[in-house]
């Protein structure tokens, strides 16, 4: 874990300069920076999962985001504007079920995989309303790495895992479009220190339902405050920033790279492996999101 938090340590001094003029990581490169944080963050959170479970790592990551983002920007939430709150919350409230459905996903299924399947959900978006046979093509290819990863056989993927999975790319999705909204019409860090609210606020049930929060040592607690940093606070305010600059389609195409960090950083936190087949699905769903990005409308 000692790359993870090198990089932890790195992206925390960028945060700190978010607020400044200092900060000024072109779009693209802090959606790259957002994709390998969030894809350390997961190997982070799987190790938390026999001793908190799922629900309560969620609950962790969420709350102390929050708590994170909150103290960073300090959103003056009675200035915020009824045509604003009608995004905001329905931003933050997507953004929370996609992440505690994710984590029931991957306590399941290889992260490599789930991201794979969640990530239909962004691909989606960027070529939904799309008329041309090329467009299809991408949908077609996408279909066939579901096809190589669906358990046919029962024997190694849990079908539960998959509907997770598949149910976060739905939320995902909604994340984008909406996050694509608020940006034009809010600040970014206050936009996402907002909606992480909402989040925490769906989230936390569950936490304290699965009883899982009762097991936290100082240990554990640290290792999800890293956790809330990688997979939450970081991100979510790099993605917003990218929003902000860039449409909703776009954004989502440059994603592509999501399955094949996961699945890298997987291998090398968790010793995740995947199969021929499974590593072929992951393929395919990447070179469709690349292609509709060469293929794409200016």
Known sequence: MRTSFFLLHFLSHQLFHMKNKEFNIPPIYAVLLAIISVQCGAAIAKSLFPAIGA???????????????????????????????????????????MNLIFYLAIERIPIGLAVTLEFIGPLLVAIIGSKRLIDYCWVLLAAVGIALIAPWTNDRVDILGVVFALLAGGFWAAYIVLGGKISQIMNGGQAVSTGMLFAAVLILPFGFYENGLANLTPKLFGMGIALALLSSAIPFTLEMKA?????????????????????????????????????LAVVCVVIASAGSTLTAKR
């Open 55 to 97: 629900a309560g790592t969620a609950s962790i990551r969420i709350g102390v985001s929050a708590l994170i983002l909150l103290v960073a920007y300090r959103p003056n939430l009675k200035a915020i504007t009824p045509q604003q709150w009608k995004i905001v919350a329905p931003y933050g409230l997507s953004l929370g079920a």
């Open 243 to 279: 929003l902000g600059q860039l449409p909703p389609r776009t954004f989502s195409i440059l994603m592509s790279l999501e399955p094949a960090a996961a699945s890298i950083c997987a291998f090398i936190f968790l010793q995740e492996k995947l199969i021929f087949t499974e590593i």
